[in-house]
């Protein structure tokens, strides 16, 4: 199985993207709408900026739709919610479509389906949204198909995230575990490296890296916390026709 591992979407420049991608924020977008699938809501709508947002929500119809998203980790004024995971219950989301913007995350989906193309809505590709707290959920799926794979880490505005990297390691790791043999790049091997070296404490970890630093002063331990649970759910969120929706 041919796997490739991006530290960050700057990398795709000038890539030949697989059929299967699976885009990676762990602090915190990634981690943030996979819960919100979980607990019900119907689609979250992956925007670059906030006036995006306002106009996708207001084509869609308001009365439906929660506009959510963060910049510098905080909520946007005016926005129905942040970027905290610990936001999206089932209560808030349940029957809601949502329109996020975030300052890494959301830009990762839509940079994977600018570099697909026209193929990015074809009924072969599968653009799908990983993080730890549905890491089984994903390698399960990837080993169900064993087709090439691109594991995409969102980053920290552009430059490598030490999270986003152990986390597809993780990936990388399970995969080997289920006795594939994967033709992977030079960034997997790495990946797996730091995974094998950190993933025995995961929430030392994501505390201690430039997000979770950042996250932690601003008040937000608890969403470091809840983005290292892991196998909190076994929900698979795709991106297609411009939504992300449970596969």
Request: hydrophobic fraction near 45%.
């Amino acid at each position: 199985m041919k796997l490739d591992v991006y530290f960050t979407p700057g990398e795709l420049a000038g890539a030949e993207l697989p059929d299967r991608v699976v885009v990676i924020d762990v602090l915190r977008a990634t981690s943030t709408l996979v819960e919100a699938l979980a607990n019900g809501a119907r689609a979250v709508f992956p925007v670059a900026t906030a006036d995006d947002a306002a106009r996708i929500a207001q084509n869609i119809g308001r009365d439906s739709v929660l506009l959510c998203g963060e910049r510098k980790g905080l909520p946007i004024e005016g926005f129905d919610l942040g970027n905290s995971p610990l936001e999206f219950t089932a209560d808030r989301v349940a029957d809601h479509s949502l329109v996020m913007t975030t300052t890494n995350g959301t830009r990762g989906f839509l940079a994977v389906a600018e570099r697909r193309g026209g193929k990015a809505d074809a009924d072969s590709t599968k653009i799908l949204a990983g993080s730890f707290l549905n890491l089984g959920a994903i390698v399960a799926r990837l080993r169900e198909a064993q087709l090439p794979t691109a594991l995409v880490c969102a980053g920290r505005e552009g430059r490598f995230a030490l999270e986003d990297a152990v986390c597809a390691g993780a990936m990388v790791r399970g995969l080997t575990e289920a006795g594939l043999a994967l033709e992977a790049n030079d960034a997997a091997a790495a990946a797996d490296a730091l995974a094998g070296r950190h993933m025995p404490k995961l929430e030392e970890l994501l505390a201690a890296t430039a997000a979770g630093t950042h996250l932690r002063g601003i008040g937000r331990e608890e969403d470091v916390s809840f983005c290292a649970t892991l196998d909190r759910t076994d929900v698979v969120p795709r991106f297609r026709d411009r939504k992300i929706t449970l596969e």
